[in-house]
């Protein structure tokens, strides 16, 4: 990947822009990762010695373009982690999907399950964790609807199972939908949370690139 696009950055966190197909954190395929491209970024820009503490606050899966904030101490990772728990951290992401959807407003709350093969799954309360969005549809143009989407919790695949359990797929969605090659359609493009230590409220926004389906809305 090209140079890191980074929105904001201080002494406490670093709010970068991921690009589909890099992982949050480095894995078994040993691909490059944005916790480690960050890293190297701070010790490379401070002249660091040593190993740079840098938290992982969140994830996005490997395919999703979007925002993402890295604490640069544990103080801060641990308060961002804690607006996590208590709702203060709010992501919202644009989805283009197959279909229209009959209600242009709504939510869905299901019950999912991270099953050994990596899959998530729709279950019931006893085996699944509780998983709720808001959506809101945007535009329909061609079958298929843009749609602004907000995590209330932030499971495991969770916007493109809840979708695609409805018959819905995100387009490109190589997993849970249509095996056609394509770019999955999937944007963590707002992000808002408090300042770990000002306590200022701050929102980034940044929408995916005006290519494939995106073209067709954007």
Not at 52 to 81: E, N, W
Not at 91 to 106: F, M, R, S, T
Not at 173 to 178: A, H, S, V
Request: aromatic share 10%; charged share 30%; glycine share 6%.
């Amino acid at each position: 990947m090209n140079k890191l696009e980074i929105l904001y950055e201080d002494n406490h966190v670093i709010v970068v822009v991921k690009p589909a197909n890099i992982l949050s954190q480095s894995d078994s395929t040993k691909d490059v990762d944005m916790l480690t491209l960050v890293k190297k970024y701070i010790k490379e820009k401070y002249r660091k010695p040593g190993n740079v503490y840098l938290g992982l606050v969140h994830r996005l899966d490997r395919p999703v373009q979007g925002i993402m904030i890295f604490a640069k101490s544990s103080k801060a990772a641990s308060r961002l982690t804690k607006q996590i728990q208590n709702h203060e951290f709010q992501k919202q992401y644009l989805a283009i999907i197959n279909g229209i959807l009959p209600e242009k407003k709504g939510e869905f709350c299901d019950y999912l399950e991270k099953q050994e093969n990596g899959n998530t799954v729709v279950t019931d309360s006893k085996h699944g964790k509780k998983s709720v969005l808001k959506y809101e549809v945007l535009q329909e143009k061609q079958n298929k609807s843009l749609v602004k989407i907000e995590l209330i919790t932030g499971r495991h695949h969770q916007i493109r199972v809840q979708f695609a359990s409805r018959g819905y797929p995100l387009v490109g969605d190589q997993r849970y939908g249509i095996l056609d090659n394509k770019q999955i359609c999937l944007c963590s493009y707002h992000l808002s949370f408090f300042h770990p230590i000002t306590k200022e409220r701050l929102i980034f926004e940044k929408y995916p690139d005006k290519i494939n389906d995106w073209k067709l809305f954007l």
